[in-house]
């Protein structure tokens, strides 16, 4: 499966009053570099949904394990990778580190979707495009 490593510098903002990142901000991260590595790997999500009506991405579970702290002004790396496919979800496996140091291992399930005519305010989910697997399934490393 195709990786993406995303850097992050701690911010002062990111921290809470013990000067270690407020854990929140992991999951923010996760979110972020995964729409990185679609945009890394030539995938417009706007423009997806402005051409066909598809919602990519919506996430439907999240988690994560903490191994160790993090504090302003640390530079860390978002590993990130599809790890999972089925016809309409793809989880994604994410592990934040600070050099060799494994800091957060966690993963996210995302789907695509469209709005469900029979309910406008709700979602339908749909089979993911082909086009979007083809992306993921080559080892090169994005940064």
């Known amino acids: 499966m195709r990786r993406f ?40 999500i706007a423009q997806l949904r402005q051409q066909t009506g598809l919602i990519a991405g919506p996430l439907v579970d999240v988690g994560a394990t903490f191994r160790a702290t993090a504090t302003h002004g640390d530079l860390i790396e978002v ?36 709005p469900d005519p029979d309910h406008p305010a709700r979602i339908k989910t749909v089979p993911i495009p082909e086009n979007f697997r083809a992306l993921f399934s080559s080892e090169p490393v994005a940064d």
Do not use: K
């Open 5 to 44: 490593v995303w850097p992050v510098t701690v911010g002062f903002g990111d921290c809470d009053p013990a000067n270690i990142v407020y854990y929140p901000n992991f999951f923010r991260w996760f979110d972020q570099a995964t729409h990185q590595m679609w945009r890394s790997a030539g995938y417009d």
């Open 79 to 114: 590993h990130s990778q599809v790890e999972e496919w089925t016809a309409r979800t793809l989880r994604i496996a994410h592990q934040i580190r600070r050099g060799d140091t494994v800091l957060v291992d966690g993963f996210e399930v995302r789907i695509f979707a469209r």
